[in-house]
């Protein structure tokens, strides 16, 4: 479904990316991981459209993306939340994900307005329904842009740390709420994570970045006994 | 809802009064009022709404009016259809410094515009001889009998049908996407809005509204002069927005009315009138940032 290419990106002296190639298969729920400074956000930022890469190509459902403008990007399937959360603060949380079903271009207002009021019951969010987005909790704020990414009905999503920043409890939550939101609508998801315990029970394959290359890809399992993984996190161990 | 509709109907049914219970002078001075209302409305569609602090709003006014007083003098077209083409110039030229600016956005994207409504400033100063320079090019009204009641209808009716135009598209989903450039462009843009295309919409509308604005007021003083573009016209248009309240609908027009009375009222002070006029906007700005619709708002909750 999605297939990066030799993909290299550079900031002025620094090369971020050093040619990474990787696929995702359709349907499953890709864990991307690596230690801080790895090129993982960077990696989603040409995924989006949001940075242009160097070198390399993206093709998804066989044609070419790595040109594209971002919300060309979004209708073609390819929707993402942020690190950093970016809703739409000033406008009420209806107002945020009727947003998101602006890249299907025709539609009723009134199927618009009962679709994003659909997910944010299934986020959870009906009651924040005409609160700014500015105004609520952080994980609330993930589900609304969760929500938003939904509404673009995207066959790809990209999740980039929807973890962080939340407690054990809401770790729970929100990891059950992904993969149910895989079952109901069939999604293929791309996930950066940095807590351990959750991308190894919730993956099918995980693709592993360490500055800037793909250093390891396989089965949560394989990776996590992978030796240069190992010695990425936590150094060569002939100086431990 | 129903009493927000009625008390704008009042206001409107008020509006339409104005000719029999105002002097000639204060006639008069509606009517500036009502271009202002024009000009800080349609700057309030981009600033408030969109984020883009342009400053050639004032430029795309007296580009209106000399497109239109020029065309009617030299080519003999009706007012009307002149305003007309003076709107459609303004909107183009929009449109044209729009394409090449709003990439720019920020900053950027203000330095540029007031660049452009200073060079249109000095190019109509300059020629003389088509424009008659500070001298002011005398224009044909628009109506063949002078009558100051009857400019007022045709200014009332005129931002009467933009005020609920913008209205409409404020509440459309275009509007929606307006908001979501300004709240947050990335977001907006990796979330489908294609945010250029969005921005450029707002700008053209905006500019063409302003010269629709200017043409209308060059047919109704009969005289223009390239004051209408300068940096002194931008700056009221913006304190009014900013008096009345960015990003709302009624705010520029409460500030546009709310500031032109007052500089009536304080203009016997001679010189000393910009200073109380600076000192009015300078506390309102303070202690009122979201302007006069913000107090209200506030009160009501």
Known sequence: MLAVSNIRKAFGGLTVLKGVDFEIEEGKIIGLIGPNGAGKTTLFNILSGILRADSGTVLF???????????????????????????????????????????????????????????????GLQELRDHAAGEITLIQQKQLELARALASEPSLILLDEILAGLNPKEVQLATAMIQGIRKQFGVTILWIEHLMGAIMGNTDRIVVLCNGKKISDGKPNTVATDKTVIEAYLGDSTYA | MWRQVLSILFVILLALCAPICLDQYWLHVAIISLYYILLSSS???????????????????????????????????????????????????????????????????????????????????????????????????????????????????????????????????????????????????????????????????????????????????????????????????????????????????????????????????????????????????????????????????
């Not at chain 2, 203009?267 to 303070?286: A, M, N, P, S």
């Open chain 2, 43 to 301: 700057w309030n569609l981009i600033a408030g709404y969109t984020g883009l602090v342009s400053f050639a709003h004032a430029g795309f006014a007296a580009l209106g009016a000399y497109s239109s007083g020029l065309l009617t003098l030299y080519l003999g077209l009706s007012p009307i259809s002149g305003i007309c083409i003076g709107t459609c110039f303004a909107g183009l030229a929009g449109l044209t410094l729009g394409g090449i600016t709003l990439r720019l956005g920020g900053i950027y994207l203000s330095l540029t515009t007031l660049g452009f409504s200073e060079i249109l400033r000095i190019i109509i100063t300059n020629e003389e001889k088509w424009t008659r320079g500070t001298m002011g090019l005398q224009v044909p009204g628009l109506f063949s009998t002078y009558s100051k009641s009857s400019y007022y209808y045709a200014f009332l009716f005129i931002a009467i049908v933009v005020l609920i135009l913008t209205w409409r598209l404020v509440h459309s989903n275009l509007g929606l996407c307006f908001r979501a450039v300004m709240d947050d462009e990335l977001a907006a843009n990796t979330s489908g809005v294609p945010t250029n295309q969005v921005r450029l919409i707002a700008f053209t509308g905006s500019s063409a509204i302003a010269g629709l604005a200017g043409a209308l007021y060059g047919h109704y003083l009969m005289l223009i002069t390239p004051d209408i573009g300068s940096l002194g016209q931008m700056f009221l248009i913006l304190a009014m927005t900013m008096v009345g309240g960015l990003g709302t609908i009624l705010g520029p027009v409460v500030g546009a009315i709310f500031l032109q009375v007052l500089s009536e009222k304080i203009r016997v002070y001679g010189e000393y009138h910009l200073l109380v006029f600076g000192l009015v906007t300078l506390v309102i700005v303070l202690f009122a940032p979201q302007g006069l619709m913000g107090l209200l708002k506030r009160r009501k909750a």
């Open chain 1, 61 to 123: 459902r066989g044609s070419e993306i790595h040109r594209l403008a971002p919300f060309e990007i979004c209708r073609r399937g390819i929707a993402r939340t942020y690190q950093i959360v970016r809703p739409f603060k000033k406008m009420t949380c209806l107002e945020n994900v009727l947003v998101g079903t602006f890249s299907k271009r025709k539609m009723s207002k009134q199927s618009r307005v009962s679709k994003a009021t659909a997910l944010l019951q299934l986020l």
